[in-house]
């Protein structure tokens, strides 16, 4: 292959549930559902869906001291969203449309989402505004380049095209269940087959 050639193991996982397997040993995504906000040749970048922590929204924001004005999710958890950069927030979040604005740090992902990391989204929400639905993150699940290709490739995780209805409105222990749903597959046969050649 010469130097200037494209890496023909290179896929745009972007905007995909990634499923774990019932072989993974990493603590940190075992049982875990991650959606993919970011895949190309440099890297990945997702948020665990099923890992809801403790700690409430409405506690988040008294940390960052702002007043949640939105009642409708202040009892709703802060995710665990992987092991990397734990103390920041990542906020999932339907897209914005054209009159809504925008907030100074945001990636599109693919036609429905957005994932906002400043703090002019948490400051809309506080004022009663801000998106619709939200998930809310302390840190991020991140790959280096190839890396999560070659954990797919050793059979780490299932892919499948995500549908935000499973983030936002299935309860959490259904999401994994729910995740694998959409590849037509049951958790008892995954585990079933686990460890058989």
């Not at 290179?10 to 906000?37: E, H, K, W």
């Not at 999710?73 to 920041?88: C, N, S």
């Not at 892919?159 to 008892?188: C, M, W």
Request: proline share 6%.
């Amino acid at each position: 292959m010469s130097a200037g050639s494209p890496n023909p193991r290179t896929i745009d996982l972007t905007d995909q549930f990634l499923i774990a397997m019932p072989g993974m040993r990493d603590g940190n995504f075992s049982g875990a559902v991650v959606y993919l906000c970011e895949h190309n040749a440099n890297g990945a970048l997702g948020l665990v869906i099923n890992r809801p922590t403790e700690l409430p929204l409405q506690e988040l924001f008294q940390k960052v001291d702002l007043k949640l004005d939105r009642p409708d999710l202040a009892d709703e958890p802060v995710y665990f969203g992987g092991p990397v950069q734990t103390e920041r927030g990542f906020v999932l979040h339907d897209r914005l449309d054209a009159e809504g604005g925008h907030y100074n740090s945001t990636l599109k992902i693919g036609e429905a989402l957005e994932m906002t990391t400043s703090r002019d989204v948490l400051e809309a929400l506080a004022g009663g505004a801000g998106p619709k639905r939200v998930f809310v993150t302390l840190g991020y699940s991140g790959w280096s380049a190839g890396q999560l290709e070659d954990e797919i490739s050793r059979n780490g995780w299932l892919t499948v095209k995500a549908q935000p209805e499973i983030i936002f409105d299935t309860p959490v222990e259904q999401r994994y269940d729910k995740a694998l749903s959409l590849l037509g597959v049951d958790r008892n046969f995954l585990m079933g087959e686990a460890g058989h050649a």
